[in-house]
């Protein structure tokens, strides 16, 4: 018996060894943890409520509160025209009463657009275009043809075949150097070469009667060297680049100091020399032109239409005058008919200057011109709406 039990023992461990040891199960991947989601965002605060713009005051809060007495101050020197002073009144009202609602008031009203100070003018800007290459071509052209007869005056051309050669190849070398010589040019420049080669033949000129020379040599050649000159002072101010009304205030400026010199010689003397006269013109003009140059930086805004409604201001007015001297003195070579054409002259130039001051905008202490001017209801009980005017 206890031989069976060993044997049963032993194939019991022998069995038990002869099986296949259990394989290892794999590992099974955790399940992933879901993200959080994201916060909701904090609704937004609400907005603060705008606050209500500033009533104007009832008649007792006038009286009493200086601030308001400045806002009123200031709005009845707008309605007068008078901008400088109700900027000014504006800028002591938010200087002075800061936060008040008279101060706040101001911001949003007309006064607002009140401005103070030196005028601020600003130069027109010119560009290059082909009509100021033309009119250049144009003047130039019959530059050259002028410039053609007086070479042949001065060198004596007997022959008429070279006089007229002369006079088509100054011509054509004219509108060839403008056309191809000069890059595109603005109206200004155009201006400045064709008045320049102008007022030097005006000179030319006028020194020639004063001079009185004796040949026709010499005066084709005094012409020739003054055109020239005007020409190449045009081209020294060529890169100024100054717009075409600044070049015409200063021609405007010569021509009317030159037509008041000739009005005063004559009115000073019934037979003034012509020596003496042209001496005058010569030098009144060149003046004419500084002034009216210095005027033009002053302006620089100025425009040609604006200088040729000015010139017509003194044709008028040398007209006008002329024909009151005709009435007063009865002849229209009384020196009387002179003097009053000269206070012609200088009150329509004076006048047109004046009332073309604003033509470009810019505004002048007075705020000439039309202005509607309009208050909110006070309180719903009404408003103001006013209406201005000044000249």
């Given at each position: 018996?206890?031989?069976?039990?060993?044997?049963?023992?032993?194939?019991?461990?022998?069995?038990?060894?002869?099986?296949?040891?259990?394989?290892?199960?794999?590992?099974?991947?955790?399940?992933?943890?879901?993200?959080?989601?994201?916060?909701?965002?904090?609704p937004p605060e609400p907005a603060p409520p705008e606050p209500a713009p500033p009533q104007p005051p009832s008649a007792s809060e006038v009286r009493d509160d200086p601030a308001w007495r400045l806002y009123d101050e200031a709005f009845g020197a707008l309605l007068r025209g008078q901008h400088r002073r109700a900027a000014e009144l504006a800028a002591k009202l938010r200087r002075e009463h800061a936060g008040h609602p008279a101060a706040l008031l101001v911001a949003t009203s007309p006064l607002a657009l009140a401005r103070t100070g030196e005028r601020r003018r600003q130069a027109i800007r010119e560009e290059p275009t082909s009509a100021a290459a033309s009119e250049l071509a144009l003047f130039q052209t019959l530059h050259g043809l002028a410039v053609g007869i007086e070479i042949c005056v001065v060198f004596s051309c007997q022959d008429e075949g070279v006089g007229i050669a002369l006079s088509l190849a100054g011509a054509?070398?004219?509108?060839?150097?403008?056309?191809?010589?000069?890059?595109?040019?603005?109206?200004?420049?155009?201006?400045?070469?064709?008045?320049?080669?102008?007022?030097?033949a005006f000179n030319a000129l006028m020194a020639i009667i004063a001079i009185d020379p004796a040949t026709e040599e010499r005066v084709a050649l005094g012409m020739?060297?003054?055109?020239?000159?005007?020409?190449?002072?045009?081209?020294?101010?060529?890169?100024?680049?100054?717009?075409?009304?600044?070049?015409?205030?200063?021609?405007?400026?010569?021509?009317?100091?030159?037509?008041?010199?000739?009005?005063?010689?004559?009115?000073?003397?019934?037979?003034?020399p012509s020596g003496q006269i042209a001496l005058g013109m010569l030098v009144a003009a060149d003046a004419g032109l500084g002034m009216g140059a210095y005027l033009a930086t002053v302006r620089p805004d100025i425009t040609r239409a604006q200088t040729l409604v000015i010139d017509a201001g003194g044709i008028f007015g040398v007209v006008a005058g002329g024909g009151i001297g005709v009435l007063i003195s009865g002849s229209i070579d009384d020196r009387a008919t002179s003097a009053v054409a000269g206070l012609g002259v200088?009150?329509?130039?004076?006048?047109?200057?004046?009332?073309?001051?604003?033509?470009?905008?810019?505004?002048?202490?007075?705020?000439?011109?039309?202005?509607?001017?309009?208050?909110?209801?006070?309180?719903?009980?009404?408003?103001?709406?006013?209406?201005?005017?000044?000249?």
């Open positions: 018996m206890p031989l069976f039990a060993g044997w049963l023992i032993a194939a019991t461990v022998g069995a038990a060894a002869a099986q296949p040891a259990p394989t290892a199960q794999p590992a099974q991947p955790e399940p992933a943890q879901p993200e959080p989601a994201p916060p909701e965002p904090a054509v070398g004219g509108a060839v150097a403008s056309l191809k010589g000069v890059a595109p040019l603005t109206s200004g420049q155009r201006a400045l070469l064709n008045g320049g080669t102008a007022w030097g020739l060297l003054g055109q020239s000159a005007g020409l190449a002072t045009g081209a020294l101010l060529f890169d100024r680049r100054p717009t075409a009304g600044q070049v015409a205030l200063a021609s405007s400026g010569g021509q009317w100091g030159a037509v008041l010199m000739a009005l005063m010689y004559k009115a000073a003397s019934p037979d003034p200088a009150a329509g130039l004076g006048a047109a200057a004046y009332l073309t001051r604003n033509w470009n905008g810019a505004d002048d202490d007075r705020g000439a011109g039309v202005h509607a001017i309009a208050m909110p209801p006070e309180r719903g009980r009404g408003g103001l709406f006013g209406l201005a005017g000044a000249w």
